[in-house]
């Protein structure tokens, strides 16, 4: 063995150890993805994650603030009866997520950043991210106009940030076009530029209640494609995008390493709930450390290169990482 070639001596005490990490995620680049509906309820899928009633959300975006977390994405969850083939809920001015970010900035201010996702399928009858032709296909065109709606109502209701994730091209210009033209040049864009169609999105779609028959394949990309997710998001930041997203986070930290080495704007990813109720359920079942496993996983995707993380762990986080 050479007596010099010893990375072992950096790993000899914690202390030594806590000196040379390279990785330190900090509270402020967490945020917090809420549910919020017309009633609050557990989510028998996400042990630990309930969905909130408006004023619920208040509460919720008060304990962002006073953890030092970076921020709140809002998801709204209309009632089954309001939904339609257009998903007009997304943009009416009284719909859930509208009234949910009036409350959160009444409350907070711009002591956190208030997001909120730019999407129809919580809100269409058909629970596709888009609106349907004669055939059934979601046209990606006839989508644009709802976003550009969607986006302009979300930020007259006081979003900091607005997350176009419906994977329909040329979404982020179109957003940027709207917001620009009503007055919200200062709203900003997160896009979730590289979007895979993900078992691991399952117990999401059971907290919004979601209607989808089928999948999102046509919009959303195959798990299998790396470079296509570097393509993304370059035609996100070709269209102005402010902050790139990749989504799922832990399966996918080749392409939260492409991006970030790309991108020349923050870059986010997603924790999405399947990763988490995998390590809920592993965890209740002693099958692993809970605790050395969530840091492990938010690390990790740190490490890979995200600016911010959205996890559904964020407060908890915040009190371990203080
Ligand atoms: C779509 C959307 C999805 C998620 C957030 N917004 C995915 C989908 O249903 O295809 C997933 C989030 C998660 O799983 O935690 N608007």
């Known amino acids: 063995m050479s007596p010099v070639l010893r990375p072992r001596r950096l790993r000899t005490t914690p202390a030594m ?107 269409t009858s058909h629970g596709h991210c888009g609106v349907l032709d004669d055939a059934g296909r979601v046209d990606n065109d006839a989508t644009l106009e709802c976003y550009a709606r969607m986006a302009v ?9 607005v997350a176009p994730s419906g994977m329909m091209d040329g979404q982020v210009e179109a957003i940027r076009g709207a917001l620009d033209g009503e007055g919200f040049a200062d709203v900003a864009i997160l896009a ?39 393509r993304e998001a370059l035609l996100d930041l070709a269209e102005g995008a402010d902050m790139v997203m990749v989504k799922p986070a832990s399966h996918y930290l080749d392409v939260v390493s492409d991006v970030a080495a790309a991108s020349d704007v923050p870059v986010a990813a997603y924790q999405v709930s399947g990763e988490y109720s995998m390590i809920e359920a592993a965890a209740a079942q002693g099958w692993i450390n809970r ?24 407060k908890e986080l915040a009190g371990w990482w203080r």
């Not at 943009?91 to 997001?115: K, L, N, Y």
């Open 291 to 314: 605790r050395a496993a969530i840091e492990e996983s938010v690390t990790g995707i740190v490490r890979a290169g995200a600016d911010v993380v959205l996890t559904y762990w964020a």
């Open 192 to 230: 979730y530029s590289a979007k895979y169609a993900s078992a691991f999105y399952g117990p999401f779609r059971d907290a919004v209640g979601s209607s989808l028959q089928g999948d999102r394949r046509t919009y959303q990309q195959d798990p299998a494609n790396r470079r296509e997710g570097l």
């Open 17 to 123: 150890r806590r000196l040379v990490r390279e990785t330190r995620p900090r509270p402020e680049q967490l945020v917090l993805p809420v549910f919020v509906g017309s009633t609050a309820a557990p989510i028998p899928s996400m042990p630990g994650v309930a969905r909130v009633t408006v004023d619920g959300v208040v509460d919720e975006a008060r304990q962002v603030r006073d953890l030092g977390l970076g921020g709140i994405m809002v998801f709204g969850v209309p009632e089954e009866s309001e939904k339609d083939d257009v998903g007009s809920q997304g943009w009416a001015p009284d719909g859930i997520a509208q009234r949910a970010i009036e409350r959160i900035r009444d409350a907070v201010g711009d002591d956190v950043v208030t997001m909120i996702d730019t999407c129809l399928d919580e809100f």
């Open 153 to 161: 109502a979300q930020a007259r209701a006081g979003a900091h940030v």
